[in-house]
């Protein structure tokens, strides 16, 4: 098994040592991520469409935040 580098980067405001090469797919997945179909993703606070998270590779510092909108209802 060849040794992958690591990187560290901050996923909601937390610090994570990863794997390289990791795209952004392969993190949702790391991180357990509920209904990924449902969330929105922020790479150094950019929006990435969902069509480029096969290709997005994630870097050491960079900073990713999943974002969960919830609808609100009245009580």
């Known amino acids: 098994m060849e040794d992958r580098p690591m ?3 901050t996923v909601n ?19 357990d991520v509920q209904q990924p179909d449902m969330v929105s993703v922020q790479v150094n606070d950019d929006f990435v469409d969902r069509t480029e998270w096969d290709s997005l590779q994630i870097n050491e510092g960079d900073s990713v935040d999943f974002l969960y909108f919830m609808g609100g209802g009245s009580i």
């Open 13 to 31: 405001g937390e610090v994570q040592e990863v794997s390289l090469p990791l795209s952004l797919t392969e993190l949702i997945k790391q991180n």
């Open 7 to 9: 990187a560290k980067i």
